[in-house]
């Protein structure tokens, strides 16, 4: 009973991890599990807490701890609501002498800290460990030390592995049905992580002004003063391991840009910035590996920027869960 009970948390668990990579490096979301990193709502959130942030539907109400962004902040705040007005929300926190100094708007609150018997739901200083890990790669090594336990324990739980005495190095596995299940989420996993950090759905805002300089852009959500009815050169970096480069890729983009040219670390984009005054539009940018024909992928592209990387994840880690139940097999 407690091993299925623990099997059973494991999983949610798990699923709680994907849940926070795929809204947070893909959507820019902060929903999952966060690191607080500040005094500001102790002693109910210390400083390397692993925090839990769910979506908010319906409105806030006074006291409930919510997750927001104003424009002109790079990353969310974590604070407590305890003020409502006409035009916003004041928040606080608790540990702060005074509340946040600007009134939040309600469309600036992207989720909430839920909460039991009072208690945000939190693991503690686990989020120091994640700090010495974080990048790409210590990601993808710590879901495959996460996945790695959980099938093995699934694996010698069931008494699927036996060990044959009088044959050396030779594993009988009744069940490799299960270990290529573990591969499949496992390697499904890892591809999310890897390349989600190229896919790019944001706002761009451009002020075009009379005699701003011709320069290139870095790629940011603000690019500043630009000259008017111009094509701006914006440069975004591809910041992948060498191996990866040695892959296919291909560059998918919104039909607002014009790809100018590509290295093995930058890509340049043309946008125009079309007559004076203030402009927003909404783009998308995503760089995958070309493990599908390119008008397979713009299509998907065309449809949701998030599904040629889920649809290129299953394809990949569908051929590796084969690949392990063929070996399994012959290991029986």
Known sequence: MFKIIGIFLASIFLLSVLFSVVSQFIFHLPYGWNIE???SMYPLLKPGDLIFILPLIGKPYPHEIVAY??????????????NVTKNGYITKGINNPTPDPWIV??????????????????????????????????????????????????????????IKPRRRNRMEIVDPKSMALV?????????????????????????????APFISKQFSNNLGAVP?????????SFNYHPFLLKLPLIILYSSSLKLQHYSLMNVTFLLYTSSPGLHSET???????????????????????????????????????????????KLT
Do not use: C
């Open 183 to 211: 591969f499949l989420v496992l390697s499904f996993t890892a591809f999310m992580i890897l390349f989600s950090p190229h896919i790019i759905y944001t706002t761009l805002m451009w002020n075009s002004v009379q005699h």
């Open 228 to 236: 008017p009815n111009s094509m701006v050169p914006i440069t975004l």
């Open 283 to 329: 783009i998308s940018i995503e760089i995958l590996p070309e493990f599908l024909p390119a008008i397979i992928l713009y299509f998907l592209f065309s449809i949701n920027p998030i599904l040629p990387l889920v649809v290129e994840s299953i394809e990949v880690s569908i051929v590796i869960s084969i690949i392990v139940y063929v070996i399994m097999r």
């Open 105 to 162: 708007k309600p469309s600036w609150i992207k989720g909430f800290v839920p909460e039991i018997f009072g208690h945000p739901i939190v693991i503690p200083y686990v989020g120091y460990l994640i700090t010495q890990i974080r990048g790409t790669l210590g990601y993808i090594v710590a879901f495959i030390l996460l996945f790695a336990i959980y099938g093995i324990s699934e694996i010698y739980d069931r008494n699927q592995i036996v």
């Open 37 to 39: 990193a500040t005094n």
């Open 69 to 82: 962004k104003p424009p002109f902040l790079n990353f969310y705040v974590v604070h407590e609501v305890i």
